[in-house]
């Protein structure tokens, strides 16, 4: 097994202060592996970057058109959002065309990711509730399943009832996985969450990227609208000036860009056919964001004009309490070929 190696540094000054290591998978809608950095077989968490197979069985059992989903909805399914009012609408509209309530959601409560949101519910003295946690349009995708499923809505979570197993049977189908080769345990929104070889992971941006290839019609088409929904409203897959917003924008329908809990992050290269898993080993998201920018600049992905757009997530500067620039976080690996590595997915 190949050792993690350093993505990401952060230096005050010009001097490193924190090191952040990893790996870098980056394979075609084949499977094979065209780069890589570190361990590409390396088992992940999905965490998030897993929700545009999540929402899958949504689109494919024909859940979303009997409940009129719209593509803003859908993204919103696929997102870990911030929170912010565009947010809670959304999700709002969904609970009420499929006739549930925000007490429906067992995703729990937390604070918005946005501080201003947070602070507006403060000042109206409004306790955060489930509807503003980042995964509440997954969940609220998942209650229409399990709806249009006629299964329990009260278990829709479990890792045994109907909705769960169609993700794991999506999941299986697009990473070309068995049911061995893949881990489980529970995310944080309370959904049975998995893991599975990071280049497997990549493998599956690339198809979400490039589904032509896929045999299955219903499959193929869902997850086309999938991702035109992400790209189409990238502020519902995360909100405003975040980073996957931010990148989805630059790439102008050309990427695919969602992130995940401990350092995870996924990219798919519509007009390439080429998926970018990456995963920080440890688990600080910080390091995610630059190492992403950096390989799209290395794949040439990236146009000058756009790479600047995204220089803020690239360098990030390091401030102090006055606000000046004391250091900087930079990416620093660079991509091996993939025959120096694994050669092809196994």
Known sequence: MLMEETLVVVKRGNHVESVHAGSIAVVDWQGNLLYGVGDVGRMMFTRSTLKPVQAVPLVQ??????????????????????????????????????????????????????????????????????????????????????????????TYYEAEHPVQRK???????????????????????????????????????????????????????????????????????????????????????????KGGAEGGYCLGLVDKGIGIAIKVGDGNGRAAHPAAVEVLRQLDALSPEELEALKEFHTPAVRNRRGEQVGSVEPVFRLKEGRALTGTIS
């Open 167 to 257: 993700v794991l049977e999506a999941l299986l189908e697009l990473g070309e996985l068995t049911k061995d080769q893949v881990w489980m345990g529970i995310d944080g929104c309370g959904i049975p969450n998995f893991a599975i070889p990071l280049n497997k992971l990549a493998h599956i941006y690339a198809k979400l990227a490039r589904p032509d290839e896929i045999q299955s019609p219903s499959l193929r088409q869902a997850i086309q609208r999938i991702t035109q929904a992400m790209t189409k409203y990238p502020e519902m897959v995360s909100g405003t000036r975040e980073f996957c917003t931010e990148m989805m924008k630059a790439g102008n329908g050309r990427i695919i860009a």
């Open 61 to 154: 059992s024909g859940a979303a058109d009997r409940f009129l989903l719209n593509d803003r909805e859908l993204a919103i399914c696929c997102g870990s959002h911030n929170g912010e009012e565009q947010h809670t609408q959304v999700v709002r509209s969904m609970l009420f065309r499929i006739g549930l309530q925000e007490e429906n959601l067992r995703c729990g409560a937390h604070n918005p990711y946005s501080q201003e949101s947070y602070l507006e519910l403060v000042k109206k003295g409004i306790k955060p509730g489930p509807i503003h946690n980042n995964c509440s349009g997954k969940h609220t995708g998942m209650l229409a399943l399990a709806m249009h499923l006629e299964s329990d809505i009260s």
